[in-house]
Structures are given as structure tokens and as C-alpha cells.
């Protein structure tokens, strides 16, 4: 009989036992992206612990640095956990780990596909999918007309994507600035409010997408 595995090394073939892979991205990895990640992630656990796994890189990314103090306070403020972070650089390896690619910019999503074309319906700026999902929402109730609650989740947000993508015609921003959070880096406690601003919404967006289709 073979040895057991220790906790966290199990492996399997079948997707739907896995967790659902979530990647945030911006520039240095240490003010928005880490925001994004650790709410959603906290979001997530509450609507189904273990089903998801929320982790983020970046672009340019200040390598094993914290979250910034101010980034770290709305987390906080949110009711995440900023503690245990460090700044990771976007590899391909890190992308082919993902199952939806959200940044925090435009050009973040272009820098992924550069690296990774492959992932074209897979990528998008956290503000625009948060418009898609509530297109989606409008649309068809989120499910393509499935109406069991029972509905396997790790298919539901395996599809999500490429669902997401269809309607993306229709979840178009008045303005190409309106799909960006602003990066707050070094511009003091203003842009650190407007960040929140614009990406708090989007998370909320998110994390109730995923309470009403768990």
C-alpha cells in the first residue's frame, strides 16, 4: 500500500473536486490585486469553504513585499486577512494554474495574453466581468436557464468564463477608463479611497453572484 499523501498534496483527475482557481492582477503586487484577492477569497470561504482559491501576481511585481499599509486596512476594514502576504511575479506557470484571470487594468489583461494567449476568454478586467455577471444575471438568472439549485458548482464557475465572454458586447463601459482600477501607489490617501471606490463594487458584484448560485 502506498504511503499517504500529506495534507494539501492530494491530487485528482476529476476537476470537479478541485478548487475553483481565481487570479488577481496588477503592476507590483502589492495594492490592488492583494485587496482583490484576499475579499474575495474571504467572500468566497463563506459562501463554500474550500471550493475556491483566490491568489494573485504581478506584472512588475515588488517580490516578497506586503501588502501596502493602506491596502492592508481596507482588507481589514472588509473583514479579509492581509497578514501572510508576499508580492509574486505573473509567470506562465502561475497562469496555467488559473480557471478565471481577473486584473485590475486593461493592460494587465493584455500582459496576460501576451504571455499566455490561450487564456483570451478566461481574462478580464475585475470591472468588466463584474458588468457581465450582472448581464448574465438579467439575461438568464446566471444559470442558462438550469433551474436546479443543485446545479454542480465547480461546472457552473468552469463555464463561467466563457459565458461571461459571450456577453461581453453587452456589459461595454460608457468609457475605456471605467474598466480600470486606479493604481494608488505612492499617491497618498486620495487614490487609495478611489481605488476602493471602484473596486469594492466589483467584488460585491462577484461575491453575490456567488451566494445566490451556490
Not at 502589492?30 to 484576499?38: G, L, M, N, W
Not at 468566497?44 to 469553504?49: A, I, T
Not at 487594468?105 to 476568454?121: F, I, M, N, T, Y
Request: glycine residues 8%; aromatic residues 4%.
Amino acid at each position: 500500500m502506498p504511503p499517504p499523501r500529506a495534507p494539501g498534496t492530494e491530487t485528482s483527475n476529476d476537476p470537479s473536486l478541485l478548487p475553483i482557481r481565481i487570479l488577481t492582477v496588477c503592476t507590483g503586487n502589492i495594492c490592488r490585486s492583494p485587496v482583490a484577492e484576499r475579499l474575495l477569497q474571504a467572500g468566497l470561504d463563506q459562501v463554500k469553504p474550500g471550493a475556491f482559491r483566490v491568489r494573485s501576481a504581478g506584472t512588475r511585481a515588488m517580490v516578497g513585499d506586503p501588502v501596502q499599509p493602506l491596502s492592508a486596512g481596507i482588507i481589514s476594514t472588509y473583514g479579509g486577512t492581509p497578514e501572510g502576504f508576499a508580492a509574486r511575479q505573473l509567470t506562465p506557470a502561475i497562469l496555467r494554474d488559473a480557471d478565471l484571470v481577473l486584473t485590475m487594468a486593461a493592460r494587465h489583461r493584455g500582459e496576460v495574453l501576451q504571455l499566455d494567449p490561450s487564456l483570451l476568454k478566461r481574462t478580464f478586467t475585475i470591472r468588466e466581468f463584474a458588468r457581465m455577471l450582472e448581464v448574465l444575471e438579467e439575461r438568464d438568472g446566471g444559470r442558462d436557464g438550469d433551474p436546479s439549485p443543485a446545479a454542480d458548482l465547480a461546472a457552473l464557475w468552469r463555464g463561467l468564463p466563457a459565458r461571461a465572454a459571450s456577453v461581453r458586447h453587452l456589459a461595454l463601459a460608457p468609457d475605456a477608463a471605467d474598466n480600470d482600477v486606479v493604481d494608488p501607489y505612492r499617491r497618498g490617501e486620495d487614490a487609495y479611497r478611489q481605488m476602493e471606490d471602484e473596486l469594492s463594487p466589483a467584488i460585491l458584484t462577484i461575491l453575490r453572484f456567488a451566494r445566490v448560485h451556490s
